[in-house]
């Protein structure tokens, strides 16, 4: 099995960046470090901002690293979105051509909360909130809207191999029920949590079904005790956004919780085949880290680094390491020897 790290330019679920700032030498910084320190097979680029995303698939090509070149369009509808697709298709076949190393496309994230017109809801946050505590209302019209987002995703990938030839893949919601027909790669976003845990490699075995190779787009927790039971939900421990964001309690940081659920995931993917897994994510550009517990928007990070509240000087990374950046390093070294062996 191989691992690697979700790399965020920009995306804007409910219209907010989740990246206010993107310097090209940073980026390059940062793809230097994701594949010299931290040894990583590959790299998951994720962004709304198609522009941005190029620039850091060219950088991080450029360093030898495998390229999952993901758009990641917020609030779209599926004719909007398609259109994106299409530009991210001629983008990504122009890199795979350009460049020595594998590229993948990604087709999107989640689209039932992220796009608009498969789940309802004004923006993504409203989705999350209905899908988080289901009606019967939404329990009735389920399977007409797991109907509706595999014709998109159908159309997609139809749109995207007009112009794109190499492996395509979506990172999906374990709740969507995707049929993988028109993909090369299954991609689930798998996170344990309590509510999952005792199903759990239940839901794995179900992803090797259809006979194709199985990536974990997606999985990791963030850096307060007890993140590792809320899964891929640590992060709603933040109350407001921008610069009034606090957290909603009293947490106690512990890096330590981000290095266990890293081995214990990994050892449960590699048990059951998972090709390739990525942590999500290498900093979390919007949770800077603060001296004072209840500003330290870190403690609700994913980040295997911490932004600094204040800039860095020039020419210097704008971030620090956590326990997991160097946990990730040593596993992604223990899976290289073994796979050499």
Not at 245 to 268: C, F, H, N, P
Not at 302 to 315: C, I, L, N, R, T
Request: charge should be negative.
């Amino acid at each position: 099995m191989r691992i690697g790290i979700h790399y965020d330019t920009g995306f804007f679920p409910g219209g907010r960046s989740s990246r206010t700032s993107f310097d090209a030498e940073q980026v390059a910084l940062d793809m230097k470090a994701i594949a010299g320190d931290l040894n990583c097979a590959a790299v998951r680029i994720v962004g709304g901002d198609l522009d941005r995303l190029t620039v850091a698939a060219g950088l991080a090509a450029a360093e030898g690293l495998e390229v999952w070149f993901s758009p990641m369009p917020c609030e779209l509808d599926s004719d909007e979105m398609l259109a994106v697709f299409d530009d991210s298709a001629a983008r990504a076949e122009a890199l795979r051509r350009q460049s020595a190393g594998k590229v993948v496309l990604v087709l999107g994230c989640e689209v039932s909360l992220f796009g608009r017109g498969v789940l309802p809801g004004a923006d993504a946050y409203a989705r999350i909130a209905r899908l988080s505590a289901p009606g019967p209302e939404l329990f009735a019209e389920y399977p007409a809207i797991v109907r509706r987002l595999n014709a998109f995703l159908s159309r997609a990938a139809e749109t995207a191999r007009a112009k794109f030839a190499g492996p395509l893949t979506y990172a999906s919601g374990p709740w969507e029920q995707i049929d993988w027909t028109a993909f090369d790669i299954v991609g689930v976003d798998a996170y344990r949590d309590r509510g999952n845990a005792s199903t759990f490699d239940r839901q794995l075995d179900e992803l090797f079904v259809h006979g194709k190779p199985v990536a974990v787009t997606e999985f990791g927790c963030c850096t307060y005790r007890g993140a590792a039971e809320r899964g891929g939900n640590g992060w709603a421990i933040v109350t407001g956004h921008g610069e009034n964001q606090r957290l909603d309690g009293d947490y106690v940081r512990d890096e330590s919780e981000q290095v266990a659920y890293l081995r214990e995931l990994l050892e449960i993917y590699q048990r059951h085949g998972v090709d390739i897994a990525f942590w999500f994510t290498f900093a979390s550009w919007n949770r800077p880290h603060r001296r004072h517990p209840r500003e330290d928007m870190d403690l609700a990070s994913f980040g295997v680094v911490k932004v600094p509240s204040e800039p860095s000087p020039a020419g210097s990374p704008q971030w620090s390491p956590k326990a997991i950046f160097h946990g990730f390093a040593k596993i992604a070294r223990e899976l290289d020897a073994k796979r050499l062996s």
